[in-house]
């Protein structure tokens, strides 16, 4: 299933873009709200996770559609 390219490309542009945005709002917050730590550590290490996982997605995406197009 994560071998299509209509899986990989919802992941790489909507999903995972969409968290790595909604988790660095939650952690701006929680810094504005004085837990200082947690949220800078879900500001750098959660949102990170996600956007790098988008530009995974995409290049798995990128080679699953290069594949299909050697085959036809």
């Given amino acids: 299933m994560l071998k ?3 899986t990989l490309f919802v992941l790489g542009y909507m999903l995972l873009p ?3 945005l909604l988790s660095a709002i939650v952690g701006l ?3 504005l ?3 200082k730590i947690a949220g800078a550590i879900v500001l750098v290490v959660v949102t990170q996770v ?3 996982g988008a530009f995974y997605a995409l290049r798995l995406r990128k ?3 290069l594949e299909e ?3 036809v």
């Fill in 33 to 35: 709200g004085g837990n």
């Fill in 69 to 71: 197009r050697d085959h």
């Fill in 18 to 20: 969409l968290l790595a």
């Fill in 50 to 52: 996600f956007a790098f």
């Fill in 63 to 65: 080679a699953a559609v």
């Fill in 29 to 31: 917050t929680m810094i």
């Fill in 4 to 6: 299509k390219p209509e």
